[in-house]
T-cell receptor, first 115, second 116 residues
Framework: AQSVSQHNHHVILSEAASLELGCNYS??????LFWYVQYPGQHLQLLLK??????LVKGIKGFEAEFIKSKFSFNLRKPSVQWSDTAEYFC?????????????FGKGTRLHILP | DAGITQSPRYKITETGRQVTLMCHQT?????MFWYRQDLGHGLRLIYY???????DKGEVPDGYVVSRSKTENFPLTLESATRSQTSVYFC???????????????FGPGTRLTVT
């Protein structure tokens, strides 16, 4: 069965610090990968996605993620965070190419940016 | 463009009562999903639907019932609410299942349900 692990449950950074949130998945076949963000009091929004092509994916608000197939990872990065990046971030995976339509979410990482 | 809406946004009910959470989308998306969000568990899939009259279980379906008579609606019913079902419930929709070209899911605003 697919699973997604997010290593950091709670991250606290100061503004302008660099960010990297870890995400690993367990599925050996073709995968579609997503990062979603949930700002305080709001619903989930797509930050970026990977399903083929360049393994370095750029998303909204300066975020990017790199798909490293050999490591089963899809880490989220941002070179300089802002206070407005305070949110909860969810990595998600789907077994693309298979019969499974489900997207499995990680447990989330709460990011708190200090002004 | 209303997108995807959920009602009610907040609900308090008693143990043993039946509760129905509504989800409506205006995009004619084929797929719809119900998740619950709990601290420490992230998002867990309850049920999903690939099209009208087609539903399938997710990770935590026990105690829940869904139906999809119309493409745009996907109600979630708690047949006999329990305290463990206190949670925030999110509905989502997508053009296709995640396995097809990585189509993303669009989420509703959520329903905060408290079972006393």
């Amino acid at each position: 069965a697919q699973s997604v692990s997010q290593h950091n449950h709670h991250v606290i950074l100061s503004e302008a610090a660099s960010l990297e949130l870890g995400c690993n998945y367990s599925y050996g076949g073709t995968v579609n990968l997503f990062w979603y963000v949930q700002y305080p009091g709001q619903h989930l929004q797509l930050l970026l996605k990977y399903f083929s092509g360049d393994p370095l994916v750029k998303g909204i608000k300066g975020f990017e993620a790199e798909f490293i197939k050999s490591k089963f990872s899809f880490n989220l990065r941002k070179p300089s965070v802002q206070w407005s990046d305070t949110a909860e971030y969810f990595c998600a995976v789907n077994a693309g190419g298979g019969r499974d339509d489900k997207i499995i979410f990680g447990k989330g990482t709460r990011l708190h940016i200090l002004p | 463009d209303a997108g995807i809406t959920q009602s009610p946004r907040y609900k308090i009910t008693e143990t043993g009562r039946q509760v129905t959470l509504m989800c409506h989308q205006t995009w004619s998306h084929s797929y719809m999903f119900w998740y619950r969000q709990d601290l420490g568990h992230g998002l867990r899939l309850i049920y999903y639907s690939a099209a009208a009259d087609i539903t399938d279980k997710g990770e935590v379906p026990d105690g829940y019932v869904v139906s999809r008579s119309k493409t745009e609606n996907f109600p979630l019913t708690l047949e006999s609410a329990t305290r463990s079902q206190t949670s925030v419930y999110f509905c989502a929709s997508s053009w296709a299942g995640g396995r097809v070209s990585g189509y993303e899911q669009y989420f509703g605003p959520g329903t905060r349900l408290t079972v006393t």
